[in-house]
Nanobody, 126 residues
Framework: QVQLVESGGGLVQAGGSLRLSCVAS????????MGWFRQAPGKAREFVAA????????VYAGSVKGRFTISRENAKNTVSLQMNSLTPEDTAVYYC???????????????????WGQGTQVTVSS
């Protein structure tokens, strides 16, 4: 089992930045691909970004590409999401997710992931 805890959410004005972090605990000696998803009120949970175990392969949703950056520090069991140029459309609960995997980052669906955090709220005001 892997436990994931997100932090770093909050209220920010449009154009601002936030950095989300997710710390994993438990069975962390297994290689895991990590992803970030978000869910706005009344909408389905959607893919944001994902990273391979090494961090050498990353993928992004088109809506965040060029603005968000996913990174990880395996020594600290941490994955981060740097979010820049935020817009009100980025308002959502952001979730960290993990799945066993060594090389790929191309896991875009919620069903691809085995473990989820509780989420952290990001609100962007106009």
């Amino acid at each position: 089992q892997v436990q994931l805890v997100e932090s770093g959410g909050g209220l920010v004005q449009a154009g601002g930045s936030l950095r989300l972090s997710c710390v994993a605990s438990g069975r962390t000696f297994v290689a895991y691909a990590m992803g970030w998803f978000r869910q706005a009120p009344g909408k389905a949970r959607e893919f944001v970004a994902a990273s391979s175990w090494s961090g050498g392969s990353t993928v992004y949703a088109g809506s965040v590409k060029g603005r968000f950056t996913i990174s990880r520090e395996n020594a600290k069991n941490t994955v981060s999401l740097q979010m820049n140029s935020l817009t009100p459309e980025d308002t959502a609960v952001y979730y960290c997710a993990a799945r066993a995997g060594l090389y790929s980052a191309e896991y875009y669906n919620t069903t691809d992931y085995d473990y989820w955090g509780q989420g952290t709220q990001v609100t962007v005001s106009s």
